[in-house]
């Protein structure tokens, strides 16, 4: 893996652009001839109030480190920036700050209504999950159940193509950060602390199929199977048979998954002896398409928009996700976690799957 070197002039001038393009500021006046980098990046002394305190950590780092030609400065300043960086995140700390929302700040909050709604829901809130960390899981729990739920239900009652799209769109929106609450899930036997075990255990059920995810298949499929395979040749979504680079071979990869995975997963169990698990997963997905089913006969339209539609969009976007991560494969070590995957930073996307 390359590692950018932002010490040379190129890396400096796109932390110039970039400053330039996304943040407003009180005074921009260029210099008339741009001269170095250093000059241009000096005229930013204002920063945008509203940035949250991480993002304001690592560019004025990054000023600093391209307005700095002493060494042992840089390095002082990327120590700072890390050590609060690690202080926001650390529930230990006393810098440590909760998030709340991944769309927006608390910053952008007036002070009556942070004092009087917000800081009681985040103490509340503390006190429901497991870490501190893990307020901003509650959020879309409650955001998803408030809001999903009631309009499949009412779709139901009272179907309209108007709001059936609406719906749709709304999933499509909820269906990123809901995998990735679903990723810590699995990945950590739930978010909630012990006395709301059995809120943590059902909110799942309800749901997954709401964001196109059949009952508990993403668990066997993702902590039992990929993580195990860590998309090697034996990992059913791994890329390695394909041509990464065509569109035919990307097509066969999303129809392949789309269309087979609901056998292919339990035979894949059944060759490593784990019988148990091969049953339970294709109860799990069988169970899932057959109360879809019995539903789509007895009422079509809703049952497309609330379960058929979310389900074919959730699983093209868990593939195209798939194949983009592991696009570039070292032949020589195609099993290596290190060198099988990419990982992308400072991207939109984040802010809403909560890897800000």
């Known amino acids: 893996m390359r590692?950018?070197?932002y010490s040379t002039p190129l890396p400096k001038l796109v932390v110039f652009v970039f400053v330039v393009v996304h943040f407003p500021h009180r005074e921009r006046h260029f210099p008339a001839a741009q001269g170095t980098v250093n000059n241009a990046l000096a005229c930013f002394s204002h920063m945008n109030p509203l940035l949250t305190t991480a993002d304001s950590i690592v560019l004025r780092n990054l000023l600093h480190d391209a307005s700095s030609s002493d060494d042992s400065s840089k390095a002082r300043s990327d120590q700072i920036s890390k050590d609060a960086l690690a202080a926001l995140t650390d529930d230990c700390s006393d810098a440590f700050e909760t998030t709340v929302f991944t769309g927006w700040d608390r910053k952008v909050l007036p002070d009556w209504l942070s004092d009087k709604l917000l800081l009681p829901y985040i103490l509340w809130a503390q006190g429901v999950v497991r870490r501190r960390t893990d307020v901003v899981f509650l959020t879309?729990?409650?955001?998803?159940?408030?809001?999903?739920?009631?309009?499949?239900?009412?779709l139901?009652?009272?179907?309209?193509?108007?709001?059936?799209?609406g719906h749709w769109l709304m999933q499509a929106y909820y269906c990123g950060p809901f995998t990735l609450l679903l990723h810590n899930h699995i990945h950590n036997g739930g978010v909630l602390a012990k006395k709301y075990a059995w809120f943590d255990s059902i909110f799942p059920y309800i749901l997954e199929p709401l964001m196109g995810h059949t009952w508990d298949s993403y668990y066997y499929h993702h902590v039992k199977h990929h993580h195990v395979e860590g998309n090697g040749p034996e990992d059913l979504s791994s890329t390695l048979r394909y041509q990464r680079d065509d569109l035919f071979?990307?097509?066969?990869?999303?129809?392949?998954?789309?269309?087979?995975?609901?056998?292919e997963l339990p035979l894949y169990f059944l060759r490593k002896h784990?019988?148990?698990?091969?049953?339970?997963?294709l109860v799990s997905e069988i169970s899932t398409l057959l109360a879809?089913?019995?539903?789509?006969i007895r009422y079509p339209r809703p049952t497309t928009f609330v379960f058929i539609l979310p389900h074919i969009?959730?699983?093209i976007g868990m593939m195209v996700g798939n194949w983009g991560q592991h696009?570039?494969?070292?032949?020589?070590?195609?099993?290596?976690d290190f060198r099988s995957s990419i990982t992308l930073i400072d991207v939109a996307v984040c802010c809403s799957v909560f890897l800000t």
Do not use: G, N, Q
């Not at 784990?274 to 997963?281: D, E, Q």
């Not at 879809?292 to 789509?296: D, F, N, Q, T």
């Open 313 to 315: 969009m959730m699983r």
């Open 292 to 296: 879809i089913y019995l539903l789509a």
């Open 140 to 154: 879309h729990i409650m955001l998803y159940l408030l809001t999903s739920v009631p309009s499949a239900l009412m």
């Open 274 to 281: 784990k019988r148990s698990l091969a049953i339970r997963c």
């Open 327 to 336: 696009a570039f494969i070292d032949e020589i070590d195609p099993a290596s």
């Open 3 to 5: 590692y950018i070197d």
């Open 249 to 263: 071979d990307f097509i066969l990869y999303v129809l392949r998954f789309m269309t087979l995975v609901w056998i």
């Open 156 to 165: 139901y009652y009272r179907f309209s193509y108007t709001h059936a799209v």
